[in-house]
């Protein structure tokens, strides 16, 4: 038997595979939603922190616990030792400074620290730049442009080089430089810090200092109430430090644990005052060893104090909540292929590179295979051939369009 199929009649796609995309299939999601960095976002996109930001519940049990245990257990007896109700002082200011403190923390941890926003695709190259001369097997070269990994660019009168990114597809800016971790060009890097959870760069790193000195006087404050503590017992009964100590053992606890602490905290900030007051980031003073005159961002004490405390900080370069164009194949269901979907990482983007690249076939190739196909399906109802030649020229026109369609 034979089978003719009528003229009028819809032809079903010849596989799934080979279905064509749809350019101009296009979709609206916010920012945070599309977002390639390995952050993770909170209230709608409004606050953002690092992927390990799960660590900051281990660094609150390390502040939270030996100041919970102090206003319990050693703050009650200053209370009833000390007259005049300094007790009292001294517990309220333990529990507004611990306050303060995990704000310090959240404010680090949850705002941008200031990440470059990606580009679409690669930069124009630079007309000094002989282009000419470069080596197309260089991995920057993407999309035909073939771009050095460095160039140079002034800073206070001294040239300093920046590198280009391949991930990010831009040239980072001076004291710029990609975090492994979050996948994000960060601006002024300082380091990626495990206790925040997140990086510490140019709209984070005061409050980073502030948070990191503030928990060394914490300790520093603790300390001193338990050995005042310890002091007291020791008047009062007269007794020696370890038996004072066995009358109030939290309060020797607390002496032995904030002692320990204080010297890692202490030490980092003391190691930060430096990096302050010579205008270096924890990443440059590993790497790069700057001395005093070969720092180009070192323009006094005075000069850098001011730097870090008194300037501005930033407003973000990325707005998070932002409605941006999201261009999908039609062929292929968003919830199944999540990672071709595109994801722009500014709102005026509108072409993802990634999709070019795997489907680089442009409308008029598309009119092109639509014809073909209609005058095979046209030859097919012309002249009717057995079933299973019919199966074989399907077949064989499936492996024709296929490579065109990948």
Same mark, same amino acid.
């Given at each position: 038997?034979?089978?003719?199929?009528?003229?009028?009649?819809?032809?079903?796609?010849?596989?799934?595979?080979?279905?064509?995309?749809?350019?101009?299939?296009?979709?609206?999601?916010? &920012?945070?939603?599309?977002?390639?960095?390995?952050?993770?976002?909170?209230?709608?996109?409004?606050?953002?922190?690092?992927?390990?930001?799960?660590?900051?519940?281990?660094?609150?049990?390390?502040?939270?616990?030996?100041?919970?245990?102090?206003?319990?257990?050693?703050?009650?007896?200053?209370?009833?030792?000390?007259?005049?109700?300094?007790?009292?002082?001294?517990?309220?200011?333990?529990?507004?400074?611990?306050?303060?403190?995990?704000?310090?923390?959240?404010?680090?941890?949850?705002?941008?620290?200031?990440?470059?926003?990606?580009?679409?695709?690669?930069?124009?190259?630079?007309?000094?730049?002989?282009?000419?001369?470069?080596?197309?097997?260089?991995?920057?070269?993407?999309?035909?442009?073939?771009?050095?990994?460095?160039?140079?660019?002034?800073?206070?009168? @001294?040239?300093?080089?920046?590198?280009?990114?391949?991930?990010?597809?831009?040239?980072?800016?001076?004291?710029?430089?990609?975090?492994?971790?979050?996948?994000?060009?960060?601006?002024?890097?300082?380091?990626?810090?495990? $206790?925040?959870?997140?990086?510490?760069?140019?709209?984070?790193?005061?409050?980073?200092?502030?948070?990191?000195?503030?928990?060394?006087?914490?300790?520093?404050?603790?300390?001193?109430?338990?050995?005042?503590?310890?002091?007291?017992? !020791?008047?009062?009964?007269?007794?020696?430090? $370890?038996?004072?100590?066995?009358?109030?053992?939290?309060?020797?606890?607390?002496?032995?644990?904030?002692?320990?602490?204080?010297?890692?905290?202490?030490?980092?900030?003391?190691?930060?005052?430096?990096?302050? &007051?010579?205008?270096?980031?924890?990443?440059?003073?590993?790497?790069?060893?700057?001395?005093?005159?070969?720092?180009?961002?070192?323009?006094?004490?005075?000069?850098?104090?001011?730097?870090?405390?008194?300037?501005?900080?930033?407003?973000?370069?990325?707005?998070?909540?932002?409605?941006?164009?999201?261009?999908?194949?039609?062929?292929?269901?968003?919830?199944?292929?999540?990672?071709?979907?595109?994801?722009?990482?500014?709102?005026?983007?509108?072409?993802?590179?990634? @999709?070019?690249?795997?489907?680089?076939?442009?409308?008029?190739?598309?009119?092109?295979?639509?014809?073909? @196909?209609?005058? !095979?399906?046209?030859?097919?109802?012309?002249?009717?051939?057995?079933?299973?030649?019919?199966?074989?020229?399907?077949?064989?026109?499936?492996?024709?369009?296929?490579?065109?369609?990948?």
């Amino acid at each position: 038997m034979y089978q003719t199929s009528s003229s009028n009649a819809p032809r079903r796609d010849l596989s799934t595979s080979n279905r064509m995309v749809d350019v101009n299939a296009v979709q609206t999601a916010r &920012l945070y939603q599309v977002w390639k960095g390995s952050n993770k976002f909170i209230c709608g996109g409004r606050h953002i922190f690092g992927p390990d930001f799960r660590s900051i519940s281990f660094t609150l049990f390390l502040i939270l616990v030996p100041v919970l245990s102090f206003c319990v257990f050693v703050s009650q007896s200053l209370v009833n030792k000390l007259p005049h109700r300094i007790g009292y002082i001294l517990q309220a200011v333990t529990i507004l400074f611990t306050t303060y403190i995990i704000i310090l923390l959240f404010v680090t941890s949850g705002r941008d620290p200031g990440i470059i926003p990606r580009n679409s695709r690669p930069p124009e190259p630079d007309e000094e730049v002989d282009t000419s001369s470069l080596s197309t097997d260089w991995a920057g070269s993407q999309s035909g442009i073939s771009l050095p990994p460095t160039k140079s660019v002034t800073v206070n009168g @001294i040239v300093v080089r920046v590198k280009y990114c391949q991930t990010c597809m831009l040239y980072r800016p001076p004291r710029c430089s990609h975090c492994s971790i979050c996948n994000n060009c960060v601006e002024r890097f300082d380091h990626h810090c495990p $206790w925040v959870g997140q990086c510490i760069g140019r709209r984070n790193y005061r409050h980073f200092f502030m948070f990191v000195s503030s928990t060394t006087l914490l300790c520093i404050y603790i300390f001193s109430c338990c050995c005042v503590s310890i002091r007291l017992i !020791m008047k009062a009964e007269n007794s020696s430090f $370890w038996e004072a100590f066995a009358e109030s053992p939290c309060s020797g606890i607390l002496i032995i644990y904030t002692f320990t602490v204080s010297w890692f905290v202490g030490g980092l900030t003391a190691f930060h005052i430096y990096l302050i &007051l010579t205008n270096q980031t924890t990443y440059e003073n590993f790497r790069y060893r700057y001395e005093r005159k070969m720092n180009p961002y070192n323009l006094g004490f005075a000069h850098n104090f001011k730097e870090i405390f008194c300037s501005k900080i930033p407003d973000s370069k990325n707005n998070f909540r932002a409605m941006v164009k999201v261009e999908l194949p039609s062929s292929f269901n968003t919830s199944a292929y999540p990672s071709r979907a595109t994801s722009p990482e500014m709102p005026n983007v509108s072409h993802n590179i990634d @999709i070019e690249k795997r489907h680089g076939i442009e409308k008029g190739e598309f009119e092109d295979l639509r014809r073909q @196909i209609r005058s !095979m399906g046209d030859l097919e109802r012309c002249e009717p051939h057995p079933l299973r030649n019919n199966k074989r020229e399907h077949h064989k026109s499936t492996w024709e369009i296929g490579p065109d369609s990948q």
